[in-house]
């Protein structure tokens, strides 16, 4: 049993992952293709706060709680590990020295950040009327002013 919730840790932790890297690849992506989606200001805030927790933990040296509990369960049977549970561990810990793996944290954070001023999320308010939406950057006046 224990094998088997440090597996569905370690598969949380690839799925954390995969959301921070895959949002970022279909930010960037957006912004070229113009996608209007990627402004969501829930999609862009949980994405930023993902990553600047996971550069925070590498600037002040903190383990990542799901690692730990990974660790927790799986117990000293690294060597013991279902195939699945080798893979899933391959792909959330290469064997990069930590120095460099805090670096690539630090870097995606900024490039993360950088696409948040460049192209920035957007917020929906309620128009006069009520009934629709308008986009608070839209600065253009739509009654007719004659």
Not at 20 to 27: E, H, Q, S, T
Not at 49 to 65: K, S
Not at 127 to 144: E, F, K, M, Q
Request: proline share 4%; with cysteine; aromatic share 16%.
């Amino acid at each position: 049993m224990n094998e088997f919730l440090a597996n569905v840790i370690v598969a949380i932790h690839l799925g954390y992952l995969l959301f921070v890297i895959g949002g970022m690849l279909a930010i960037v992506l957006g912004m070229v293709l113009r996608w209007q989606w990627i402004r969501n200001p829930w999609f862009r805030f949980t994405h930023m706060a993902m990553i600047l927790i996971v550069a925070f933990e590498a600037v002040i040296g903190f383990e990542c709680p799901l690692t730990t509990w990974e660790h927790a369960f799986r117990g000293e049977s690294f060597d013991s590990q279902t195939f699945v549970g080798k893979c899933l561990q391959w792909l959330m810990f290469p064997e990069i020295p930590e120095q460099y793996l805090n670096m690539i944290y630090y870097l995606f954070a900024a490039a993360v950040v950088a696409s948040f001023i460049i192209a920035p999320p957007r917020f929906r308010r309620k128009s006069l009327a009520g009934s629709r939406t308008t986009d608070c950057t839209d600065n253009t006046d739509s009654r007719n002013i004659a």
